[in-house]
Nanobody, 118 residues
């Protein structure tokens, strides 16, 4: 069993910052990839950012230059620093972790709401 627990969401004004955290626990000691997706009302879930076990990040074009993903000293933690937030960043943000053992297996957190509004 694997559990992902997110924290750090909330309400922020446009131009503000938030930092999301995600900690994984359970039967897997290390994940190949960890990252964040988001889903806004009426829209499909989309990739925000992900980072490999080697520290290589990948960002959606819409967040490049504003968001930074990092992995913690504890291997199974991942952070998303979100700066210069815009109303269109409003969504439920989901942490995910993926492990490759022959085939890929993905695990998901429960989601945390981020609302950008004045």
């Amino acid at each position: 069993q694997v559990q992902l627990v997110e924290s750090g969401g909330g309400l922020v004004q446009p131009g503000g910052s938030l930092r999301l955290s995600c900690a994984a626990s359970g039967s897997i000691s290390s994940f190949n990839v960890m990252g964040w997706y988001r889903q806004a009302p009426g829209k499909e879930r989309e990739l925000v950012a992900e980072i490999s076990s080697l520290g290589t990040p990948n960002y959606a074009d819409s967040v490049k230059g504003r968001f930074t993903i990092s992995r913690g000293n504890a291997k199974n933690t991942v952070y998303l620093q979100m700066n210069s937030l815009k109303p269109e960043d409003t969504a439920v943000y989901y942490c995910y972790a993926a492990v490759l053992r022959g085939t890929w297996t993905n695990y998901w957190g429960q989601g945390t709401q981020v609302t950008v509004s004045s």
